[in-house]
């Protein structure tokens, strides 16, 4: 019989989980697993912040290597990678299953992949799609992407599965923080194309920014699509493959979007090197392509 096997035989049937990190996403994760019943030991570095869930059922561990100690299957949500290290300095990884949901970089989830194996845990990189409010509401559509060891997640999917949806990536324990960076950069390019459509509107008084977003996000959300052809011309290698609007046209038109931004008083600093790099690429390829050949003009 494997400890996990044994654990499962708690008076719940449920895995218990140690959680470490109670900042505002690990308070909600450890919510979603109490309502679940499974049994919870968790650990943060400053103790008051642990108050609130032992009253609700959690077991309160004195240091994190006391929390570790507790569980197999121990969940790390931490500000970034130095605090995972710091907290796990002391702990007994032996036999352990250490799932990290901390943001960090590819890198670095490979480097603590091969850290945990080196003190003979299992690891499993997660990347969470979900603000705090979205953890445990499955119709928010939250979700964690993971990637590592494909037996821990087999194992422990449905304990994983409690918060918000899963997404394995692979077993490459780096993959699950580049999709979530990735995804998180596109939307900052969104944000910042947002940000300078307020701008462009904001000194005219008959246009009401709570009128305008509606038509902003219908008009983001049509064109979200063209992800799929994107991906196709990069597959394909061709990026005139399906091209509607084609280079040359996007370009003749980028002075008018730079002189609507001097008109209205508004710096085009967010838009300008986007349309520089289309510009460089019209320069080199030719304006019969999608806009796609800027992902080349981004490999160094
Ligand atoms: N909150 C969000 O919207 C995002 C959503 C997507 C995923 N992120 C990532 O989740 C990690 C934790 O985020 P968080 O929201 O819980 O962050 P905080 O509320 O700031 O809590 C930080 C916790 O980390 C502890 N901590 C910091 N440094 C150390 C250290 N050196 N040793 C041990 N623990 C440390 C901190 O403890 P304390 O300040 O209460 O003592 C909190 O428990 C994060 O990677 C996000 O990028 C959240």
Redesign the pocket.
């Known amino acids: 019989m494997t400890a996990n096997t044994r654990e499962k035989t708690s008076t719940s049937g449920k895995t218990p989980v140690t959680l470490l ?6 308070t909600a994760l450890a919510r979603t697993w109490l309502a679940a019943d499974h049994p919870l030991t968790v650990w ?3 103790p008051g ?1 642990a108050a609130r869930l032992v009253g609700e059922g959690a077991k309160p561990a004195g240091s994190a290597a006391e929390a570790v100690a507790a569980s197999t299957l121990v969940v790390v ?4 990678d ?2 995972v290290g ?2 796990l300095a002391e702990a007994d990884l032996a036999g352990k299953d250490l799932v990290n ?3 960090t970089t590819p890198a670095q989830a490979r480097a603590r992949a091969e850290w945990a194996r080196e003190r003979g845990a299992r690891y499993l990189d997660g990347g ?1 799609m ?3 409010p979205m953890i445990g509401v499955p119709e928010a559509g939250g979700y964690v992407f993971y990637s590592g060891s494909t037996e821990l997640f087999e194992e422990h999917g449905e304990t994983l599965a409690v918060p918000a949806g899963t997404r394995y990536v692979g077993e490459d324990a780096g993959h699950a923080a580049l999709h979530d960076v990735a995804l998180l950069s596109a939307m900052y390019g969104m944000f910042a194309g947002v940000h300078h459509a307020f701008a462009l509107i904001s000194k005219e008084e008959s246009i009401d920014p709570v009128t305008f977003a509606p038509l902003l996000a219908e008009w983001l959300s049509a064109m979200a699509g063209g992800v799929h052809l994107t991906a196709d011309q990069l597959r394909s290698g061709d990026y005139t493959k399906g091209v509607v609007s084609h280079l040359a046209m996007q370009v003749a038109g980028t002075p008018t979007f730079l002189a609507t931004a001097e008109q209205q008083g508004v710096s085009a600093e967010l838009l300008r090197p986007y349309f520089d790099l289309m510009a460089r690429r019209l320069a080199e390829a030719g304006g019969e392509e999608d806009l796609t050949g800027v992902v080349d003009l981004l490999l160094r």
């Open positions: 990190g109670l900042g505002a996403m690990g943060n570095r400053t912040r949500c931490l500000l970034d130095a605090s710091e907290a949901l901390t943001t969470i979900a603000v705090p």
